[in-house]
């Protein structure tokens, strides 16, 4: 097994950089492709689970099976269940030391940045290949103080109770298509447990590499914020460049429970084969804080509307998003917020760029349940779009049942405008350099919610997106 | 040997429409020019089409630099050649840190060779550098983490263009009604700014309807535009003359000029 050398990597990487990928002649086990009863039999067989979990899977299959496509968002005609492989696992089982790691695999996260950002500023690393977590990390004074921080399959077997409260109860497999196809077929993701009062200072990360082809990536994570604690969790994605698609469809199932507060970031720059079908939902308790930090780059088409559910009085959320639709991609991301209880409040800032043709969309919600008296809501989306054949539309829908609101809702679209080019290029700024500045400058108020290496990695990869584009 | 921008018979049309008819000048490095005229002149025409701005399309005559004719160049390239425009108006870059802008452009204009990507000027010695540079001009250090000009008051962004004009050093600056809309402090202050920039190694045009500027910065040359020619130059007498009388004598002398600056201060009016 070797990784392919970057002169050797598939055609039409374009100015991709995480487009190579590594062999699977020595995998440990590949399902065949497609999905039915058997697949997802020899997956909860693979993974020697309960007969609940089992029970579970085959009930989600019938619900993904008994289920249309979804009529709205994006363009998935294309997309083929039956051309997947729904399981692939690329070693034994997961280490505790890169070193102990197959050397290609490894290799391909020292490229991705991850073990060196883990010495540096991390409090604990996951990394999933494919559809396995092969390596993992938690610091030792963490672990002290009851933090749990494993891969999703691991909690199911080490922490029962816990798992069997929480699992699919935030997001029941019934919620949606996709939602039902990760429950049939989940496998890897994040689970976390921060114990009342306990503060992560550091970062918690995941990364989630694809590398086979017609690869279905279908992590699962539950991550809960026991009261009055505090932790931020970041996840990162890449895949290689391939000419048949691939589907990552994840579900994310958060709870912050009283005065506890809970960061999500993610900083997701998939190939431009992915299709990213996500669901991910918080459900923040008294004077909690959830937010969602959402970066959205690559992929063909991504469907992901991070949601928050604001359960009791004082609970607050809040989502920062930024979608970058380059060519051939469309971007249908945003946010929903749901106030369930009074005196609740919610703020979406999200930013959309498109460039080369790409489609970005705002799709968001937010909801008012009767007797949510005195919640207050603040939705903003700015769209940027660079040149006439790139697109941007905005889908805000609000529901309100209560009198006693304050819903403010703001939309702006524009274009980079001519006398800002000129200017900066009269100050010796090439049209490229000014472009990308104004862009950095568009999403910067969202970059600066970053810790800096995150940021740093945000703007670096705006500008790869920027660079050699214009003129 | 001091260089040259040379304006040889330049004719520029905005929108299809001509505005500059013919315009020549010379101005060497060390040299201060006033440029005036009445509104709809092309003063600022001239301004924008010496920086290349797209739209303005130069349809006749040449911009050199020691030489080197530079119609067709981009803005960027005009820059990296030495050419400053401090703008009339200067524009708004939300998210742009005014430090971060500045950094940029000194290290493409300190070194035009370089590319897309490549190292910045220092950041220890582009601190020391703005900090200094920030204090002559009486700005507050928090400016530099402000984004560019997004807030800023009318002094603010005159002043701002003039500390990108400081540390950008060009051998040309071109000033655009830099005095206009300000009090008469931020004048003073923008005038002095101005006076310690240009020496031996800045030739200037100034671009202005007031005579402080000039007080402090006294012309050699003095050229009066009127329906998009230069039809008179002189020396700062002419510009103290014209603060004084107004452009009315100018027009007799010039009646067919005077024609044309009436027909394009209409077309602006409508």
Not at chain 1, 172 to 185: G, H, I, Q, T
Not at chain 1, 215 to 242: K, N, W
Not at chain 2, 28 to 55: C, D, F, V, W
Request: proline share 4%; net charge negative; with cysteine.
């Amino acid at each position: 097994m070797s990784t392919d050398a970057p002169e050797t990597e598939e055609v039409g990487i374009g100015d991709y950089q995480f487009g190579f990928h590594d062999s699977t002649d020595d995998y440990e086990f590949k399902s065949r492709k497609g999905l039915d009863r058997e697949i997802v039999g020899q997956i909860s067989e693979m993974k020697n689970e309960p007969a609940w979990m089992r029970d579970f899977r085959l009930k989600s299959l019938e619900i993904f099976e008994s289920r249309p496509m979804p009529g709205w968002g994006g363009d998935m005609s294309k997309l083929d269940f039956n051309d997947i492989y729904y399981y692939m696992k690329a070693t034994k089982g997961q280490e505790r030391s890169w070193d102990d790691v197959p050397e290609d695999i490894r290799k391909t996260y020292d490229r991705l940045g991850i073990p060196e950002a883990e010495k540096k500023f991390l409090s604990g690393v996951k990394a999933q290949y494919d559809s396995e977590v092969v390596y993992g990390s938690l610091k030792e004074d963490l672990s002290k103080d009851g933090v749990l921080f494993t891969d999703t399959d691991s909690a199911l077997r080490e922490h029962p109770e816990i798992f069997r409260e929480y699992f699919g109860t935030i997001i029941p497999p019934e919620d949606n298509k996709f939602a039902a196809l990760n429950s049939a077929v989940w496998s890897g993701g994040s689970f976390i447990y921060v114990p009342p009062g306990v503060h992560i200072d550091f970062p918690l990360q995941a990364y989630f590499r694809i590398n086979s082809q017609n690869m279905g990536q279908f992590e699962r994570t539950l991550i809960i914020v026991d009261e009055g604690a505090s932790a931020h969790y970041v996840e990162g994605c890449t895949a290689p460049t391939y000419s048949s698609d691939s589907l990552h469809s994840a579900v994310v199932e958060i709870v912050v429970k009283r005065g506890g507060r809970f960061r999500y970031t993610t900083i997701q720059n998939w190939s431009n084969n992915v299709y990213n079908l996500v669901t991910k939902r918080a459900m923040a308790y008294g004077d909690a804080l959830m937010e969602w930090v959402d970066g959205n780059l690559g992929s063909r088409l991504t469907m992901k509307y991070p949601a928050i559910y604001l359960m009791e009085p004082g609970a607050r959320g809040e989502t920062l998003s930024i979608a970058f639709a380059g060519d051939h991609q469309h971007q249908d991301a945003g946010a929903k917020m749901v106030h369930c209880a009074p005196d609740t409040s919610s703020r979406i800032i999200s930013k959309s760029i498109s460039k080369d043709g790409g489609r970005s969309s705002y799709r968001g919600l937010v909801k008012v349940e009767d007797g949510a008296h005195h919640c207050k809501s603040n939705v903003v989306c700015d769209a940027l779009i660079l040149d006439s054949d790139s697109k941007s539309d905005t889908y805000p829908y609000i529901e309100v049942e209560e009198q006693d609101v304050a819903i403010e809702h703001e939309a702006s679209v524009s274009k980079i405008a001519e006398e800002q080019l000129f200017y900066l290029m009269s100050r010796g700024l090439s049209e490229a350099e000014a472009s990308a500045m104004i862009v950095t400058g568009f999403i910067e108020p969202l970059v600066k919610e970053l810790p800096m290496e995150y940021a740093v990695e945000m703007n670096r990869l705006i500008e790869l997106q920027m660079e050699g584009s214009v003129g | 040997m001091s260089s040259l921008l040379k304006i040889t018979d330049l004719h520029v049309s905005v929108a299809d429409t001509p505005i500059l008819k013919g315009v020549n000048m010379e101005i060497r490095q060390g040299e201060i020019h006033a440029l005036m005229g009445p509104n709809g002149s092309g003063k600022s025409t001239l301004a924008y089409a010496l920086s290349g701005h797209p739209n303005y399309s130069i349809t006749g005559g040449s911009i050199e630099i020691d030489g080197v004719n530079i119609t067709e160049q981009e803005a960027d390239e005009r820059a990296r050649l030495g050419l400053f425009l401090a703008f009339q108006y200067p524009v708004v870059i939300p998210g742009v840190k005014v430090a971060d802008f500045i950094r940029h452009a000194v290290s493409n204009i300190r070194d035009p060779d370089r590319k897309e990507g490549e190292g910045l000027i220092g950041m220890r010695e582009f601190r020391t550098e703005i900090k200094a540079r920030m204090e002559e001009l009486g700005m507050d250090l928090e400016f530099a983490r402000r984004y560019l000009n997004d807030g800023f008051s009318g002094g603010e962004k005159k002043r701002m263009e003039i500390l990108q004009m400081a540390m950008l050093q060009p051998k040309f600056a071109i000033l655009d009604e830099t005095d206009s809309g300000l009090d008469s402090d931020a004048v003073r202050v923008v005038s002095e700014g101005l006076a310690k920039l240009s020496g031996p190694d800045m030739g200037v045009l100034i671009i202005t309807h007031h005579e402080r500027l000039l007080e402090f910065n006294p012309p050699q040359y003095t050229h009066v535009m009127l329906g998009g020619r230069i039809v008179e130059t002189g020396d700062a007498a002419l510009a103290h003359d014209l603060h004084a009388n107004g452009y009315a004598t100018v027009r007799e002398r010039h009646p067919e000029a005077a024609a044309d600056n009436a027909r394009a201060e209409e077309a602006a009016a409508v």
